[in-house]
């Protein structure tokens, strides 16, 4: 059970409120573990080219991001979708991820997101799913209002499991996120990472 609630608790903070936004108070980095200091911080290569610290308190939970499909995406299910606006006015999606139950409400809602400028992500329940030709449209419900968004073959469809320090190594990709310090280096309040060679394309 205590393995359950630091996952739903990892979880929980790198998605509650705006999921990783970046705010004058927190910066987040996403990238590949270059290496492991002997106090436990991470040497991490942004995607951006930069080398960043990252430091973790010993009990920091972490969640493993891992590959999942179209198949999994069931109707009711509480997904969050990434995505960008289309020259149609129907929102393309850049990736999809799916909560587990326990997780559901989490970041309700649409708004803005980081993943590229203009984009935005949008937490919900998969209400309603039209196939075509080119991938499945859904409609993702939230208190207040939906959003339709077209799923295509090369957007990355992610699920979550458990995790520990022990997923953290060099060569794995990695989100985290944190308010940096003043000697630049970032103080991770929230850690999720790649299984086996996965990059978390959220």
Same mark, same amino acid.
């Given at each position: 059970?205590?393995?359950?609630?630091?996952?739903?608790?990892?979880?929980?903070?790198?998605?509650?409120?705006?999921?990783?936004?970046?705010?004058?108070?927190?910066?987040?980095?996403?990238?590949?573990?270059?290496?492991?200091?002997?106090?436990?911080?991470?040497?991490?290569?942004?995607?951006?080219?930069?080398?960043?610290?990252?430091?973790?308190?010993?009990?920091?939970?972490?969640?493993?991001?891992?590959?999942?499909?179209?198949?999994?995406?069931?109707?009711?299910?509480?997904?969050?979708?990434?995505?960008?606006?289309?020259?149609?006015?129907?929102?393309?999606?850049?990736?999809?991820?799916?909560?587990?139950?326990?997780?559901?409400?989490?970041?309700?809602?649409?708004?803005?997101?980081?993943? +590229?400028?203009?984009?935005?992500?949008?937490? *919900? !329940?998969?209400? &309603?799913?039209?196939?075509? $030709?080119?991938?499945?449209? #859904? %409609?993702?419900?939230?208190?207040?209002?939906?959003?339709?968004?077209?799923?295509?073959?090369?957007?990355?469809?992610?699920?979550?499991?458990?995790?520990?320090?022990?997923?953290?190594?060099?060569?794995?990709?990695?989100? +985290?996120?944190?308010?940096?310090?003043?000697? *630049? !280096?970032?103080? &991770?309040?929230?850690?999720? $990472?790649?299984?086996?060679? #996965? %990059?978390?394309?959220?």
């Amino acid at each position: 059970m205590s393995t359950l609630r630091n996952f739903t608790a990892a979880l929980l903070l790198v998605f509650a409120g705006a999921a990783f936004a970046q705010t004058a108070s927190t910066v987040t980095v996403r990238g590949t573990i270059e290496a492991i200091s002997e106090d436990g911080s991470l040497s991490v290569k942004a995607r951006s080219g930069e080398m960043v610290t990252v430091r973790m308190k010993p009990d920091l939970p972490v969640a493993l991001v891992v590959p999942a499909t179209l198949a999994d995406v069931k109707p009711g299910a509480f997904i969050g979708v990434a995505a960008l606006p289309g020259a149609d006015g129907v929102l393309k999606a850049l990736e999809v991820h799916i909560f587990p139950e326990a997780m559901r409400g989490t970041g309700e809602g649409y708004r803005a997101f980081d993943l +590229a400028p203009n984009s935005s992500m949008t937490n *919900g !329940a998969l209400a &309603a799913r039209v196939e075509g $030709v080119d991938g499945p449209t #859904l %409609t993702v419900a939230y208190h207040g209002g939906s959003q339709t968004i077209h799923i295509d073959a090369k957007a990355p469809i992610v699920g979550f499991e458990p995790g520990s320090r022990a997923d953290l190594k060099p060569g794995a990709a990695m989100i +985290a996120r944190g308010p940096r310090a003043a000697d *630049g !280096a970032i103080e &991770a309040v929230r850690v999720i $990472v790649g299984k086996d060679g #996965l %990059t978390p394309p959220m």
